[in-house]
């Protein structure tokens, strides 16, 4: 395919994301997904303006590094610039090129090379910008693909008009672990097989953020070395502002005891204890632990407090495992595929349970799913694929546990 016919054909697909879409959000990251992937490109971002603060704030983002909580002074950066003046900036080298100052994408993991950045316009003004990072062949962008990206904002301010978008970046969520190029490689026959390769990511404090992809992408191992149960082979862990990346195994058992609460799939209930009796066993294992009976109660499950694993149903004996991740009142709550053994109706109350303990406690939640139809209640969906992060998405509008379907 030319390379016009090529552009063209996007351009086409992202009218259609567009235009056929209930939910904005989601129409404007899948325009920018094609882009990326027509490109080629490395990473991408689209900037929205919080006029209130005068403040741009990545909504979407692809690529290795994680922007979620930059924010950009309107004005200010290649971002920043685009916005106020509403006129679109190529960066052919970033090398030799006076305007170039520095890009978040390079505090965060990624060098940026080359750059196309372009206004997202409404009829009165500009509400944010798109921006293309890097093509992946080490090349220069060019003016047929300074057009395309164009094209793009100019079909998404269509949208935006006839859809409506209203901009409220909220606060700016305070850190809770930093990753920062983590790689783990495991023995494969004669050699190794990367199966991380260079992580780069946040997680916040009272934020329910969802991992998406397939089997084998590397989503599990992710949360296994951020929960402590794993080692990194090579790069950064920070929880807490402590470094926990080449912990010893006795530092790594107080983190896990003191610092984690983990949700599996398989509920891992004493069975000769009874509901209560299991969350006051690791209730006894740390200091400041909530009451074992208040836990019950957030989990809904005082009237089933006295009987034994074998008298509860599935979705029962998860609530359990929940109450003994959040007793120990953990600065991070890991639950890998929580409701895979559960029917829809008893996956729906465990989601439920959970959404109270992120939104009306204060929990931080991070849940590695396959399920895509969970990630709607999420804050931060992030994607993974091949050992990377595909990209990351910022969830304005979360839903409850009881609106999805699967």
Known sequence: MSETKRFIHATWQIMEALLETDKLEDALSGSLEIIVRTLDSEAGAIWLLDRKTDRLSPMFHIGPADISNITVENGTGIEGIVTKTGKSIMIA???DDPRFDGSVFDDSGLKTRTMICVPLNNVHDVIGCVQIVNKKDGGRYDEEEL?????????????????GLIVDLGEKKEVLAVLRNITKDYPSGDGMLQVLKGINLELYKNEFVVVLGESGCGKSTLMNIVGGMDAMTDGTLLVEGKDIS??????????RREKVGFVFQAYNLMPNLTALENVQLIAELVDHAMPAEE???????????????AQLSGGQQQRVSIARAIVKRPALILADEPTAALDYNTGIEVLSVIEDIVRKDGASVMMVTHNSEIAKMADRIVKMRNGRIASIQKNHHPQHAEELVW
């Open 93 to 95: 080298d970033a090398a």
């Open 147 to 163: 057009q395309l990206c164009e094209r793009m904002a100019a079909l998404a301010a269509i949208t935006v008009d006839e859809k």
């Open 295 to 309: 836990a019950i109660e957030k989990v809904r499950l005082t009237d089933r407090k006295d009987h034994f694993p």
């Open 246 to 255: 080449h912990a010893s195994d006795a530092e790594l058992t107080a983190y």
